[in-house]
């Protein structure tokens, strides 16, 4: 299982279609466009268009480059201290879900899109693909 906490087993279909709709709902709401919005300019503001996965945000200790997930880019955006977030923590994305105001569906959706959406990304697909997808899901986008 991935940090994002979502795993593979089709086994009750009804749960899938409950999550799905969650996810939905989590992203058409105020509060889902509203992260879609920081998310898209958070990414635009980066300097270098790249994105990690399996990590929130990790500063290399040689360069002391910063690099962050789709979520950390938001947060480092709106200022949050992130250090004391393990996205090991089996809660850690109702803790992220607060800090970012949003559903915790949508946090396990990003996660699960920023580690797994993609197979074999580099750091630069990664970005263009969480783009992409934020920009197709936000309201006359």
Same mark, same amino acid.
């Given at each position: 299982?991935?940090?994002?906490?979502?795993? !593979?087993d089709?086994? &009750?279909?009804?749960?899938?279609?409950?999550?799905?709709?969650?996810?939905?709902?989590?992203?058409?709401?105020?509060?889902?466009?509203?992260?879609?919005? !920081?998310?898209?300019?958070?990414?635009?503001?980066?300097?270098?268009?790249?994105?990690?996965?399996?990590?929130?945000?990790?500063? !290399?200790?040689?360069?002391?480059?910063? &690099?962050?997930?789709? +979520?950390g880019?938001v +947060?480092?955006?709106?200022g949050?201290p992130?250090?004391?977030? !393990?996205p090991?923590d089996?809660?850690?994305?109702?803790?992220l879900?607060?800090?970012?105001?949003?559903a915790?569906?949508l946090?396990?959706?990003?996660?699960?899109? &920023?580690?797994?959406?993609?197979?074999?990304?580099?750091?630069?697909?990664?970005?263009?693909?969480?783009?992409?997808w934020?920009?197709?899901?936000?309201? &006359?986008?």
């Open positions: 299982m991935s940090r994002s906490g979502l795993v !593979d089709y086994e &009750n279909d009804w749960s899938q279609i409950r999550w799905r709709g969650q996810v939905a709902s989590a992203i058409r709401g105020k509060r889902g466009q509203a992260f879609l919005r !920081d998310l898209i300019a958070a990414l635009d503001a980066m300097p270098q268009k790249r994105l990690i996965a399996n990590d929130i945000v990790v500063v !290399d200790e040689v360069s002391q480059e910063t &690099n962050v997930c789709a +979520l880019s +947060l480092l955006r709106r949050v992130t250090g004391f977030i !393990d090991d089996d809660d850690h994305r109702e803790e879900a607060g800090y970012l105001n949003i915790p569906a946090v396990s959706e990003v996660e699960w899109l &920023n580690d797994d959406g993609l197979w074999g990304p580099t750091p630069e697909e990664r970005w263009q693909f969480i783009r992409d934020a920009v197709r899901h936000l309201k &006359n986008g």
